[in-house]
């Protein structure tokens, strides 16, 4: 407070509480006392009638706080007590969008320039105008202005959109936005794409990364609206099928919708609103708490306070030089609690155990203390520190340890890292300088490395790629490693740096031939590429709009796979009798299945038109409807319902049940006339249900048509014979 006053005038100097000034990153962890910085933006005339500092943290519109400045000193425990931290910081944050709002005198933080042009680009697009209020339409408007920088900037800087992770807060956002301008802007083309050149117009200078990536960004949200789109358009088809009974919706139905079919329920609330239904509210909020719960139990983690055995913060990685270690001491460690198992985290003063990151995983090995074997099952990094998963605690924790990798997982792994480098750069000379890593994993086994690319590999771009990096690696090309070098040094020898990564001042370069591949990396690699032996590329496919994924194997796991294509194509030969070549062989399977298949559906149309002939003449008068039921025989469920809307075309109002069996499972088809639909108020969708109570079957449909299976045959002619009880 004495710091304060030799700025600013003790009464604009207020003291706050635990609640509101005292910051926490979680239940344990670095905590502290915080200092806010509140502005208050009304007039003289409200100011004078009520003080501002009346209205700090009190939700005030025009009272906002811009900047916060957290003094960390404490480390919370686990047991909620408090201990002072040996090293103590000042955590500083601003709000830019608030500051600006502040200097450029404006009501909302949208009124300023950092959003006001996206906002035109908006109203240009969809022809209607903001008119700075409340109402819904102004609301989207704001939300699209700001949900757009954080899909673009996250894409840009290498997070896609997926059902995952950080990648699945990107597609809520994503979708948020569409169902905010598909409901209260009225348009339902994709819009957010059209204002990724504006933002990165704006922010070119700022964040470059976005206008580099332009047509790469705008390709992935396109590809992500498209299909939300279709979703909802497919959730608005399944709520017009939806049973609602006395105009309540139930709460497990509109869960499923949201659940299943990705149907935002703010859109369900408004659809009910609109055609006069209840949703049930309590019974939806109890479906999704028993979600979060089982997503709740499924992440639980617990980590118990650091028992710390040594005052040496240091955690040195020496592996890239060593598989194993002598005289390692252990620094602290704690116990960790996940999925009902528990598990001990080690911290070493020294390790040769790579932590996971950069898409390798993490190391397995042994640590051994005074002849006592522990087992290290992962290796990962937490903020600085290199931590050691193991199995249990041992006996005398302080002696020296001995600490050793399993040396063939290693090597295996570093055979598909150094892969990944030559396929990368194997990729961009077949399919262009605009390929860019976007994700990869790096394990023993086999590679996966994920690229911007916008259409399906050929096979021979693939026959190339491959053909490329296994000549890089009978070339046997040394490996050249450059440690600790400025990042400066590194972009002027021309490595590649990839987006979404953050470097720090000191990089380390990997090189396998000046020309060809050279890039920042900070896993382990082989000494020379000979070691990779074989590179195969096992397959190639889209997970995302203009993002390939590549999976290969090397070494023996490509030996493995060769030699079962290879032992499977003889057997594929010893099945033919023709010496012509296998393709040849096979090419003639299908020409000739192909001539079967079309006898076969003239033989099939030929029977069908005898069977409606048959049918027709069995058609019945009952309560003034023509009435079809029969059981029929050697046809497909496909060419039964066109059968059906045949017969129901040509006989006029008409309703055709018709059971049969398929792939040994009894079957019943109900088509009903749409008058009779309409005059009768019948719905051959709540219909199908009762009918196949004989064939222990469930089903459903729409009004018009619908079908049901089950597995009792013997239940058909019951559920023939009852449709005529439920004819008005």
Known sequence: MAEWRKLIHPDHIVFGNKKDNFWEMGETGPCGPCSEIHFDLRSDEEIAEIPGKELVNKDHPQ???????????YNRKADGSLELLPAMHVDTGMGLERLVRVIQNKKSNYDTDLFTGTISKISELTGRSYQYGDTRQDIAFRVLAD??????????????????????????????????????????EPLLF?????????????????????????????????????TLDSGLR????????????????????YDTYGFPIDLTRLIASEKNWTIDEAGFEKALSE???????????ETGDWVIVRNDEKSEFLGYDNLFLEDVLVVKYRFLKQKDKEFIQLVLNKTPFYPEGGGQIGDTGLLIFDHEVIQVLDTKKENDLIIHLVDRIPDNVETSVFAEVNMVKRKETERNHSATHLLHAALRSVLGSHV???????RPDYLRFDISHFQKMTNEEIKQVEKIVNERIRQNIPLQESRNIPVKEAQDAGAMMLFGEKYGDKVRMITFDDSFSKELCGGCHVKGTGEIGLFKILSEGAIAAGVRRIEACTAQYAEEYVRDFVEEVHASKSFFKSNQGLTKNISDLIDENQKLKKEVEKWMLQHANIIKQTLAKSAEVYRDQIVITSMVENLD??????????????????IILIGFVENGKANIMLTISEKLVASKQYHAGNMIKQLAAPIQGGGGGQAFFAS?????????????????AMLV
């Open 63 to 73: 009272v906002i706080e811009i900047w916060n400045n957290v003094f960390i000193q």
């Open 147 to 188: 949900h757009i920088r954080a899909i673009s900037f996250t894409i840009a800087d290498g997070q896609l959109p997926s059902n995952t992770g950080a990648g699945y807060v990107i597609r809520r956002i994503l979708r948020r936005a569409v169902r905010y301008y598909f409901s209260y802007l009225d348009y339902k």
């Open 194 to 230: 059209q204002l990724v050149n504006t933002l990165a117009k704006q922010f070119e200078f700022v964040f470059p990364e976005l206008i580099l990536q332009k047509s790469f960004v705008e390709r992935v949200i396109r590809e992500e609206e498209k299909s939300f789109l279709k």
């Open 238 to 257: 399944k709520l017009d099928e939806v049973k609602v009974q006395d105009g309540f919706l139930e709460g497990q139905t509109v869960f499923e919708l």
């Open 291 to 301: 979600q979060k719960e089982r997503s709740r139990a499924d992440s639980k983690r």
């Open 436 to 442: 860019t890593q976007k994700g990869s994993l790096v």
């Open 637 to 654: 469920s496909k060419t039964i319902k066109t059968l059906s809307y045949q017969l129901e075309k040509e006989l006029g109002d008409t």
């Open 708 to 724: 049901a299976g089950g597995p009792v045959l013997e239940g058909l002619p019951a559920a023939l014979t009852s449709l005529k």
